[in-house]
């Protein structure tokens, strides 16, 4: 199934899309897709509810509407550090024995299509696809991958939008390069693992202004989703909602010679295959002058 959230922002109405521009509302049946309904477990019965209505003729068509995040705020958002060893060759760095872990703010949620803000006094703003996982239930102390795996309530595409010089230069607070407002786009949908599949064979791409600048393939992660939902709960418990951005292909900004950063104006259009596509314009900061 394909998860999604319609409407204007705050009033976007949780449903699961039918085909390419048809969906079944369910504001009726979960309220919305955040913590309580994952945690309820009703995920696993949304199939037949979805059936049912479609049977009965209760489809609306998506006509024009915002995709807001498929999920709401979620109660943390857990980020994966070169997780791809073309990345991490890409910017000069070993790959790591174990996942570097840093957290990103939760008010960094936005729909897939909605704009990035350039922040105030920002330089060197720079862009990210990156695979998300969101998590389906309280995990903590995972016996093994395959309670990690079933742990799972499906799969996001994300652009994990970074301020390199705050990441990198300012004493090294990966988290303060990471949680400017804008800086995580989730969607269009979060799509189910029955659906998805191998979630370590997925073709991803992200364009500035029509022009390729990452193609990479989930194939080349260091740890898969199984291993860092398993790997995280030995550390900390993950809450139904939760999101782990997983880590993004070689391509970026920072690595391009010279580094290249965003400016406002551009387009930036993101494809994971099976997770659909996502286009925001960048905002330029306003406080420039």
Not at 149 to 175: F, H, M, P, T
Not at 230 to 253: K, M
Request: hydrophobic fraction near 35%; proline fraction near 7%; include cysteine.
């Amino acid at each position: 199934m394909k998860l999604v959230r319609l409407g204007p922002l705050g009033k976007e109405k949780p449903g699961v899309l039918v085909g390419d521009d048809t969906f079944v509302d369910l504001t009726d049946e979960v309220g919305d897709f955040n913590e309580a309904f994952f945690g309820s477990g009703k995920l696993t019965q949304l199939e037949a509810i979805v059936s049912e209505r479609v049977a009965a003729g209760r489809t609306e068509p998506v006509n024009g509407r915002r995709f807001g995040a498929p999920f709401t705020r979620p109660h943390q958002i857990l980020c994966i550090g070169l997780n791809y060893s073309d990345h991490a060759a890409e910017s000069g760095s070993k790959v790591p024995d174990e996942p570097i872990l840093f957290t990103k703010s939760p008010n960094t949620l936005i729909g897939p299509n909605d704009g990035v803000q350039i922040p105030r006094g920002s330089v060197k703003t720079d862009w990210e696809i990156e695979l998300g996982i969101v998590i389906g239930r309280h995990s903590s102390y995972l016996a093994d991958e395959a309670e990690a795996l079933a742990s799972i309530a499906g799969y996001v595409l994300v652009n994990d939008v970074s301020e390199r010089e705050w990441q990198i230069e300012r004493s090294g607070q990966w988290s303060k390069g990471k949680s400017a407002p804008t800086f995580n786009p989730a969607g269009p949908y979060l799509v189910t693992p029955d659906e998805v599949g191998d979630a370590m064979n997925l073709d991803m791409t992200l364009d500035i202004d029509g022009v390729r600048r990452q193609t990479g393939n989930t194939n080349k992660m260091v740890f898969g989703p199984a291993f860092l939902v398993h790997y995280l709960s030995q550390f900390l418990a993950l809450e139904p909602g939760d999101l782990i951005n997983t880590g993004t292909p070689p391509g970026v900004g920072l690595g391009m010679k010279p580094p290249t950063y965003l400016v406002g104006g551009e387009t930036m259009t993101l494809t994971i295959s099976k997770l659909g596509t996502q286009t925001q314009r960048v905002l330029p900061d306003t406080s420039a002058k």
